[in-house]
C-alpha cells in the first residue's frame, strides 16, 4: 500500500479524496488509454511527428505506454499539445517561478481504496492506495500527466507533487459520464466520441452501439464504397463525420421501420451486410456521380437521404421473399433510381444546390421506388 495524506469529501452521497501523489507514484500506478476500435489506422496518438531536434519528447516509447481499446473513453493523444506541456514543464523546471501542474487532475482506483481519519469524525487523514500498476485510470488531465511521464527522468531527485481528486470504485458509466460532463463545453469534445461513448459506454444503448457497429464496417472494410471516408471519432481523412449517420440508423432501429419490433431486432443480426451491399449498389447505380469530383452524393446530408429510405427497400425485398443481405436483390429494387433520379441530381453546382435537404432527397428516392416508370397515378 502507498499511503498519502488525504481530505475525505462527499457530495450528494458520493465519497471521494483530495490527495497529492508523488510524480514517481503517478507514473508507477496511472495506466493510459484512449478510446479505440483497433484497427490500425488508429493510433493512440494524432498528429505530426517533429523533427527529432525540435521535440523533448521520445514517441517511441511513449507511444508504446498508451493503450486502446473499445472499453476505453479517452481521446486520441494530440502530439502538439503533448510536445507544447513538456516544453512548459521544462521552463517552469528552469526559471522555478510557477508550479508546472497547479490544478488538480481526476482519478479513479479499479479497487477499493481504505482511509483512517486521524481521529474519529475527521475528514483528515491517510489515504491507502494498492500498490498495482495500471490501477489508477485518469479522468481528466491524461495530457498533463503524459507529459509528466514523458519528462520525468528531467526531473532527477526533485521533489514533485501532483494535486488529485480521487474516486474509489466509480461505476464504468459514472466515469464515462464524468469526462463527457467534463469535455464536452470546455474542450469541444466532438460530436462522433460523444455518440460512440453514449452508445458503447455511458447508456449501453444497443440500437446506437449496432448503428456504429454499422458505420463502423462502411468506413473499415475493404469492398465498401465508404472505405475509408468516414471520420471514426472525429479524425482521420475521411470528410463524412460519424456521428449523424450513427443517429439516423439509431432512430431507424428504435422504431417500427423494418417491420414491427420483432422483425427490426431480427434485422441487427444481417444489418451490418444489408447496409454494406445496399450502399455498394448505391455506388454502382450512381456511378457517374459516386466516383466523380463535382458531385455532393457523400455528403452527410444525402448518405443520411439514403439511410432514411432503406426501410422502404427492406420492405420491398421482403414483398420479394429476398434475403434481406443479398446484393443482386438489393440492386434490383434500387434500380429505378438510375433512370428516375440520375447522377445529375447529385452535382453541387446543379441540382443539389436547389434542394439538398435530407428529408427532400428521401422524398425522391420513396417515390422512385413506388412509382419506378414514372407514372404518379
Known amino acids: 500500500m502507498i499511503n498519502v495524506s488525504a481530505i475525505q469529501m462527499q457530495q450528494f452521497g458520493v465519497r471521494f479524496y483530495q490527495a497529492s501523489l508523488t510524480a514517481r507514484d503517478i507514473d508507477r500506478l496511472v495506466r493510459f488509454e484512449v478510446l479505440s476500435y483497433g484497427q490500425p489506422h488508429q ?16 514517441w517511441d516509447l511513449l507511444e508504446r505506454r498508451i493503450a486502446a481499446s473499445e472499453q476505453a473513453y479517452q481521446r486520441q493523444i494530440i502530439r502538439r499539445k503533448i510536445d507544447e506541456l513538456v516544453g512548459y514543464y521544462e521552463q ?57 511521464h514523458a519528462d520525468i527522468e528531467r526531473f532527477g531527485e526533485e521533489a514533485f507533487s501532483v494535486p488529485a481528486v480521487i474516486f474509489d470504485q466509480l461505476p464504468e458509466d459514472h466515469i464515462v459520464q464524468m469526462f463527457v460532463t ?40 475493404d469492398d465498401s464504397p465508404l472505405h475509408m471516408d468516414i471520420k471514426l471519432l472525429g479524425v482521420g481523412h475521411g470528410s463524412v463525420a460519424q456521428a449523424p449517420l450513427a443517429q439516423e440508423l439509431k432512430r431507424l432501429f428504435q422504431g417500427d ?47 443520411r437521404a439514403f439511410l432514411r429510405v432503406s426501410p422502404e427497400v427492406v420492405r420491398r425485398l421482403d414483398e420479394e421473399h429476398a434475403d434481406r443481405a443479398d446484393f443482386r436483390a438489393i440492386g434490383r429494387v434500387i434500380a429505378p433510381w438510375g433512370h428516375r433520379i440520375g447522377d445529375l441530381r447529385f452535382e453541387t453546382q446543379g441540382a443539389w ?22 407514372a404518379m397515378g
Open 182 to 221: 467534463i469535455n464536452a463545453k470546455h474542450t469541444r469534445l466532438n460530436s462522433s466520441h460523444l455518440v460512440s461513448l453514449s452508445g458503447r459506454q455511458l447508456y449501453r444503448d444497443a440500437n446506437l452501439a449496432l448503428a456504429h457497429d454499422i458505420v463502423r464496417a462502411l468506413n473499415d472494410r
Open 257 to 303: 421501420a423494418f417491420g414491427g419490433p420483432r422483425r427490426t431486432r431480427e434485422f441487427h443480426d444481417e444489418a451490418t451486410r444489408f447496409f454494406v451491399n445496399y450502399f455498394k449498389q448505391v455506388a454502382l447505380v450512381f456511378g457517374a456521380a459516386w466516383n466523380g469530383r463535382k458531385y455532393s452524393i457523400k455528403s452527410s446530408s444525402a448518405l
Open 92 to 148: 517552469c523546471r528552469q526559471a522555478r517561478d510557477l508550479p508546472s501542474i497547479p490544478g488538480a487532475v481526476i482519478i479513479s482506483s479499479d479497487e477499493k481504496l481504505g482511509f483512517s481519519p486521524v481521529e474519529e469524525g475527521s475528514s483528515l487523514g491517510v489515504l491507502k492506495v494498492p500498490e498495482r500498476e495500471g490501477i489508477l485510470r485518469a479522468i481528466d488531465g491524461q495530457h498533463r500527466l503524459l507529459a509528466m
Open 353 to 374: 444546390s436547389k434542394g439538398s435537404s435530407v428529408e427532400a432527397l428521401a422524398k425522391e428516392l420513396r417515390l422512385a421506388l413506388y412509382y419506378p416508370e414514372g
Open 43 to 58: 493510433p493512440p496518438v494524432r498528429g505530426k511527428k517533429r523533427g527529432a531536434v525540435a521535440s523533448k519528447v521520445n
